[in-house]
């Protein structure tokens, strides 16, 4: 019979039944190997104490202390009539600050006779506040010396000077997890090693199994330091190996060579253009044309900042694709854009997109809308002009991805906003050529140089950095609404002096405000940071600015639950600068095209990230006349979030400021983990400070897939491989 190997043997076998329910339930640990790599949080010190007085409110902590001082009160209660209710309180130290523990009822019999004076243990709970101080109530604890019982286990597990912390959770403390840690060691000699030998010693990393030691089990610094090395390395080569397997595969697929006709319909509209391109169009217009003349499909990233002219670059790729006969799709996230990108398209190609119709230039082509509100008429319209290819460009929703819609002959997708994209969508329209078409992927969201390589590592890179002549800086200024109220009332004043000079504003709100009155809801954001109050809404805020510090001006609301055509009738007013105020969501975030617009405030600024705040702010500033765009936020000086309003409002570097952003979030977000629902794959890297091992493991991850595409001499790395592309994993690695 075939003996599983120890990594994966299942923890249910190892452990007993209910620790591994537990950690399969919270943790997502099922085998001995998912326990090995659950790697601690931090190291206490033995002689050390954590700092209680930076505790996280409403967060499950464990902490490294001794025990002060210990009192029982007897009290009178509903169930204890008679003075019979007992509360031990209990006050640990750090030595930098205090912390009380009480327990109450029954709980109180073994910790009054266990946390004495001058003991020191390890305590975990949640942390709350009751009278203004910081208190754990119920503490699950563990003594950090021989108990009275004799039974010295704590201590002899403890013997190394540093206690490792791991992540944990309320149903199971860091110290039952380090026990199970314990249990499962020895294991890790049986680790297979992932990095080829050559890399390794060329490196000078540690064997695997001595990293899973050290990680666990320190005995210095040092070890920690040697782990946190050779892991890293791990974690960026597997994911660079994967991702290099991936691209390796699409070189290998075959794909219709596109090369624009020298005198066809890309001629002709440069033709028209009405101002040269700038160097950084040039430049990136020849890395796509470059790779839409192989005879591999291009898989293109193109960032550029908001306003630096993606959407021009991007269709005269199209054009160059229709030019020898091939059909290119333009997907976009929202209707919304949909309908503006096709306006814009058909605005800056003028007859050229006149294709069939009297007044079209002879070269011309047909653009079609695709969106799944269209009424049936038009759609059977635009499906007929896709088949017969009649229509050379389309663009739409994910509408264009059903099983209905059919192409002559689809050269080219170019995927707007990617980030907003479903990853099977992707793939979904790759199958609609006869072979498989070109792809670009714009996104106005700058992104750091290494989470280009890792979330997007299976795509090239073209960076627009430079904005197009005519476009305006913006001026942002951080509105603290509680601490100076005063500061609102202008904000709203200069919203007014910018109607009066014949231009208009957004006002941003992160609530649409019909929501129906859901508990569950309330409770959520009852949890939230600041939360005295849900999130300002459009509803809300709209009428109020209407019955007061703006009235008289015309304002209109717009928000992603009203019908298509209210919301493009809305857009169409506010562009014909018949709107003074639109009151908005997000749907403005991307893409909207006003350039009248040249005053943005928004409200609860606090509530959105980073990187939404400047792709929001560039709605803005978009003509000759400069932008203004106001933060108002009521979170108090010294918080967290006032500080990231702060730099945002002190640079317009989309790149600076996406650094800010992953330096302020677990990477695992930028990963985009949170989508695919896996545990972040990454524990020990961290994108921005290991840009270096990556940029390293990503040429080792190319030069050893070169050499063995199907890794037939590496099992360890294979072994490794299959475990980070489990389905789900290897779905979102495929297609971004």
């Given at each position: 019979m075939d003996l599983v190997p120890a990594l994966e043997e299942p923890l249910k076998k190892v452990l007993g039944p209910a620790t591994a329910k537990v950690m399969a339930e919270h943790l997502g640990l099922h085998t001995v190997g998912d326990l090995l790599h659950h790697y601690p949080r931090r190291y206490e010190e033995r002689g050390q104490l954590t700092h209680l007085a930076d505790l996280p409110m409403d967060e499950h902590v464990t902490v490294v202390a001794q025990v002060a001082d210990a009192r029982l009160h007897t009290f009178a209660s509903a169930k204890a009539p008679r003075g019979k209710g007992q509360r031990l309180e209990v006050t640990i130290t750090d030595g930098s600050g205090r912390l009380q523990l009480v327990f109450f009822g029954n709980g109180v019999h073994k910790p009054h006779k266990e946390l004495l004076p001058g003991t020191r243990a390890m305590f975990a709970g949640k942390v709350s506040l009751f009278n203004r101080r910081l208190q754990l109530a119920h503490p699950a604890y563990e003594l950090l010396r021989g108990d009275p019982d004799g039974a010295a286990e704590s201590v002899e597990t403890w013997a190394g000077a540093l206690i490792p912390i791991y992540p944990a959770t309320a149903k199971l403390e860091s110290w039952k997890i380090g026990k199970a840690v314990q249990t499962v060691l020895p294991s890790a000699q049986e680790a297979l090693d992932p990095l080829p030998d050559s890399l390794r010693e060329g490196r000078g990393l540690v064997p695997l199994p001595e990293a899973l030691l050290k990680i666990h089990r320190p005995h210095t610094k040092?070890?920690?330091?040697?782990?946190?090395?050779?892991?890293?390395?791990?974690?960026?080569?597997?994911?660079?190996?994967?991702?290099?397997?991936?691209?390796?595969?699409?070189?290998?697929?075959?794909?219709?060579?596109?090369?624009?006709?020298?005198?066809?319909?890309?001629?002709?509209f440069d033709a028209r253009l009405p101002f040269t391109l700038t160097d950084g169009q040039r430049k990136v217009s020849k890395e796509i044309f470059d790779d839409l003349a192989t005879e591999h499909p291009m898989h293109r990233l193109l960032q550029g900042e908001v306003g630096s002219g993606k959407t021009l670059v991007a269709l005269r790729a199209m054009l160059a694709v229709v030019d020898t006969g091939g059909q290119a799709a333009l997907l976009a996230p929202t209707e919304v854009l949909a309908q503006q990108h096709h306006r814009s398209v058909v605005e800056m190609m003028g007859e050229l997109?006149?294709?069939?119709?009297?007044?079209g230039a002879e070269r011309a082509t047909k653009?079609?809308?695709?969106?799944?509100?269209?009424?049936?008429?038009?759609?059977?319209?635009?499906?007929?002009?896709?088949?017969?290819?009649?229509?050379?460009?389309?663009?739409?929703?994910?509408?264009?991805?059903?099983?209905?819609?059919?192409?002559?002959d689809l050269g080219l997708v170019v995927v707007d906003e990617q980030h907003r994209f479903g990853v099977e969508q992707r793939d979904a329209l790759r199958g609609k050529g006869k072979q498989p078409p070109h792809l670009l992927v714009m996104t106005a969201t700058p992104i750091p140089r290494t989470v280009a390589m890792?979330?997007?590592?299976?795509?090239?890179?073209?960076?627009?950095?430079?904005?197009?002549?005519?476009?305006?800086?913006?001026?942002?200024?951080?509105?603290?609404?509680?601490?100076?109220?005063?500061?609102?009332?202008?904000?709203?004043?200069?919203?007014?002096?910018?109607?009066?000079?014949?231009?208009?504003?957004?006002?941003?709100?992160?609530?649409?405000?019909?929501?129906?009155?859901?508990?569950?809801?309330?409770?959520?954001?009852?949890?939230?940071e600041a939360e005295k109050r849900p999130p300002l809404a459009v509803l809300e805020v709209a009428e109020q600015l209407t019955k007061g510090?703006?009235?008289?001006?015309?304002?209109?609301?717009?928000?992603?639950?009203?019908?298509?055509?209210?919301?493009?009738?809305?857009?169409?007013?506010?562009?014909?600068?018949?709107?003074?105020?639109?009151?908005?969501t997000t749907v403005i975030e991307v893409g909207v095209n006003v350039p009248n617009a040249t005053a943005m405030v928004i409200m609860d600024a606090d509530r959105f990230g980073v990187s939404q705040l400047h792709q929001l702010r560039g709605r803005v500033g978009r003509g000759s006349a400069a932008g203004l765009c106001l933060l108002v936020t009521e979170m108090p000086e010294a918080s967290a979030a006032r500080q990231r309003l702060n730099a945002v409002a002190s640079t317009l570097d989309g790149f600076e400021l996406s650094r800010i952003d992953l330096e302020q979030r677990r990477e695992g977000d930028v990963l985009g983990q949170a989508q695919s629902g896996a545990r972040t794959s990454l524990r020990v890297l961290a994108v921005i400070e290991d840009e270096e091992v990556i940029a390293e493991a990503r040429e080792?991850?190319?030069?050893?897939?070169?050499?063995?595409?199907?890794?037939?001499?590496?099992?360890?790395?294979?072994?490794?491989?299959?475990?980070?592309?489990?389905?789900?994993?290897?779905?979102?690695?495929?297609?971004?």
């Amino acid at each position: 019979m075939d003996l599983v190997p120890a990594l994966e043997e299942p923890l249910k076998k190892v452990l007993g039944p209910a620790t591994a329910k537990v950690m399969a339930e919270h943790l997502g640990l099922h085998t001995v190997g998912d326990l090995l790599h659950h790697y601690p949080r931090r190291y206490e010190e033995r002689g050390q104490l954590t700092h209680l007085a930076d505790l996280p409110m409403d967060e499950h902590v464990t902490v490294v202390a001794q025990v002060a001082d210990a009192r029982l009160h007897t009290f009178a209660s509903a169930k204890a009539p008679r003075g019979k209710g007992q509360r031990l309180e209990v006050t640990i130290t750090d030595g930098s600050g205090r912390l009380q523990l009480v327990f109450f009822g029954n709980g109180v019999h073994k910790p009054h006779k266990e946390l004495l004076p001058g003991t020191r243990a390890m305590f975990a709970g949640k942390v709350s506040l009751f009278n203004r101080r910081l208190q754990l109530a119920h503490p699950a604890y563990e003594l950090l010396r021989g108990d009275p019982d004799g039974a010295a286990e704590s201590v002899e597990t403890w013997a190394g000077a540093l206690i490792p912390i791991y992540p944990a959770t309320a149903k199971l403390e860091s110290w039952k997890i380090g026990k199970a840690v314990q249990t499962v060691l020895p294991s890790a000699q049986e680790a297979l090693d992932p990095l080829p030998d050559s890399l390794r010693e060329g490196r000078g990393l540690v064997p695997l199994p001595e990293a899973l030691l050290k990680i666990h089990r320190p005995h210095t610094k040092a070890d920690i330091a040697d782990a946190h090395s050779r892991l890293k390395w791990d974690e960026a080569f597997i994911l660079q190996v994967a991702l290099a397997r991936r691209r390796h595969a699409d070189a290998q697929l075959p794909a219709v060579p596109r090369k624009p006709a020298p005198d066809g319909l890309l001629t002709a509209f440069d033709a028209r253009l009405p101002f040269t391109l700038t160097d950084g169009q040039r430049k990136v217009s020849k890395e796509i044309f470059d790779d839409l003349a192989t005879e591999h499909p291009m898989h293109r990233l193109l960032q550029g900042e908001v306003g630096s002219g993606k959407t021009l670059v991007a269709l005269r790729a199209m054009l160059a694709v229709v030019d020898t006969g091939g059909q290119a799709a333009l997907l976009a996230p929202t209707e919304v854009l949909a309908q503006q990108h096709h306006r814009s398209v058909v605005e800056m190609m003028g007859e050229l997109a006149e294709g069939g119709m009297l007044g079209g230039a002879e070269r011309a082509t047909k653009v079609v809308l695709l969106t799944g509100s269209m009424g049936a008429a038009a759609r059977r319209q635009a499906l007929l002009d896709l088949v017969t290819g009649e229509a050379g460009i389309v663009i739409g929703t994910h509408a264009l991805i059903e099983d209905k819609v059919q192409f002559h002959d689809l050269g080219l997708v170019v995927v707007d906003e990617q980030h907003r994209f479903g990853v099977e969508q992707r793939d979904a329209l790759r199958g609609k050529g006869k072979q498989p078409p070109h792809l670009l992927v714009m996104t106005a969201t700058p992104i750091p140089r290494t989470v280009a390589m890792t979330v997007f590592g299976d795509l090239e890179t073209s960076v627009l950095d430079q904005l197009p002549a005519g476009r305006s800086p913006i001026a942002s200024h951080v509105v603290p609404a509680a601490d100076k109220p005063h500061f609102l009332t202008r904000a709203w004043e200069r919203v007014r002096e910018e109607v009066e000079n014949g231009h208009q504003a957004y006002v941003v709100c992160p609530r649409i405000g019909d929501e129906e009155d859901d508990p569950k809801k309330r409770k959520q954001s009852a949890e939230d940071e600041a939360e005295k109050r849900p999130p300002l809404a459009v509803l809300e805020v709209a009428e109020q600015l209407t019955k007061g510090p703006l009235q008289g001006l015309k304002v209109e609301v717009l928000h992603g639950r009203m019908h298509p055509d209210d919301k493009d009738a809305v857009m169409r007013r506010f562009a014909a600068g018949e709107t003074h105020v639109l009151v908005a969501t997000t749907v403005i975030e991307v893409g909207v095209n006003v350039p009248n617009a040249t005053a943005m405030v928004i409200m609860d600024a606090d509530r959105f990230g980073v990187s939404q705040l400047h792709q929001l702010r560039g709605r803005v500033g978009r003509g000759s006349a400069a932008g203004l765009c106001l933060l108002v936020t009521e979170m108090p000086e010294a918080s967290a979030a006032r500080q990231r309003l702060n730099a945002v409002a002190s640079t317009l570097d989309g790149f600076e400021l996406s650094r800010i952003d992953l330096e302020q979030r677990r990477e695992g977000d930028v990963l985009g983990q949170a989508q695919s629902g896996a545990r972040t794959s990454l524990r020990v890297l961290a994108v921005i400070e290991d840009e270096e091992v990556i940029a390293e493991a990503r040429e080792e991850a190319v030069a050893v897939v070169a050499e063995d595409p199907e890794l037939t001499g590496l099992p360890g790395l294979r072994t490794a491989l299959d475990a980070l592309l489990d389905e789900e994993r290897e779905q979102y690695l495929e297609k971004g």
